[in-house]
């Protein structure tokens, strides 16, 4: 049973900044698997936000974050991150970590987590 278990959201001013992670963890983790974050913002669908290769070398952003937000990941300890820089009020949304995703607009994936939430205020 894959499980993805983020963290590291929380209340933070515009213009501030937040490192989320996302710890996975059952058969084949997440080394050999391109990861990747997306958002819901409250009362909005699922957006999808970034996507790192299974090597970390190429990475993928929504125009919406392109700049301000940066995606990595230590396969060594089955951990993807996210760096949330320059925050804006229209980033607050709940940040899902995901496993194989298929397709960004809708967002369809097979694993996800339960999520961490990220509240900006101005």
């Known amino acids: 049973q894959v499980q993805l278990v983020e963290s590291g959201g929380g209340s933070v001013q515009a213009g501030g900044s937040l490192r989320l992670s996302c710890a996975a963890s059952?058969?084949?983790?997440?080394?050999?698997?391109?990861m990747a974050w997306v958002r819901q913002a409250p009362g909005k669908g699922l957006e999808w936000v970034s996507t790192?290769?299974?090597?970390?070398?190429?990475?993928a952003y929504s125009d919406s974050v392109k700049g301000r937000f940066t995606i990595s990941r230590d396969n060594a300890k089955n951990t993807l991150y996210l760096q949330l820089n320059d925050l804006k009020t229209e980033d607050t949304a709940m940040y899902y970590c995901?496993?194989?995703?298929?397709?960004?607009?809708?967002?369809?994936?097979?694993?996800r987590g339960q999520g961490t939430l990220v509240t900006v205020s101005s």
């Open positions: 059952g058969p084949t983790a997440s080394s050999y698997y391109c």
């Open positions: 995901t496993r194989e995703i298929y397709s960004r607009a809708p967002v369809e994936y097979r694993y």
């Open positions: 790192i290769g299974y090597g970390g070398a190429s990475a």
